[in-house]
Nanobody, 124 residues
Framework: QVQLVESGGGLVQAGDSLRLSCVAS????????MGWFRQAPGKEREFVAA????????YYADAVKGRFTISRDNAKNTVYLRMNSLKPEDTAVYYC?????????????????WGQGTQVTVSS
């Protein structure tokens, strides 16, 4: 079993930055592909970013490319999402996810474990 705990969300203004963290426990963190997803009210959960176990490969949704950066620290069992130039449309609950396999990281169904989410609200 793997537990994922997100933190770092909050209420910010448009143009501000936030850094989300996700701490994993229960299994060898360095084995996982880690991803961030988000879900806005009334919308489906969508892919935001992902990173391979080594950190060498990263993937981003078009909507966040150039503004968000995913990174990981395997020694701390933590994955981060740095979010710059935030927009009101970035408002959502952000979820951390982990997968042991090598499935396409942009798909919800590829992930085996999920955190509870952290709210990010961006005011205009």
């Amino acid at each position: 079993q793997v537990q994922l705990v997100e933190s770092g969300g909050g209420l910010v203004q448009a143009g501000d930055s936030l850094r989300l963290s996700c701490v994993a426990s229960g299994r060898t963190f360095s084995s996982f592909i880690m991803g961030w997803f988000r879900q806005a009210p009334g919308k489906e959960r969508e892919f935001v970013a992902a990173i391979t176990w080594s950190g060498r490969s990263t993937y981003y949704a078009d909507a966040v490319k150039g503004r968000f950066t995913i990174s990981r620290d395997n020694a701390k069992n933590t994955v981060y999402l740095r979010m710059n130039s935030l927009k009101p449309e970035d408002t959502a609950v952000y979820y951390c996810a982990a997968q042991l396999s090598s499935k396409w990281p942009g798909e919800l169904e590829s992930y085996d474990y999920w955190g509870q989410g952290t709210q990010v609200t961006v005011s205009s």
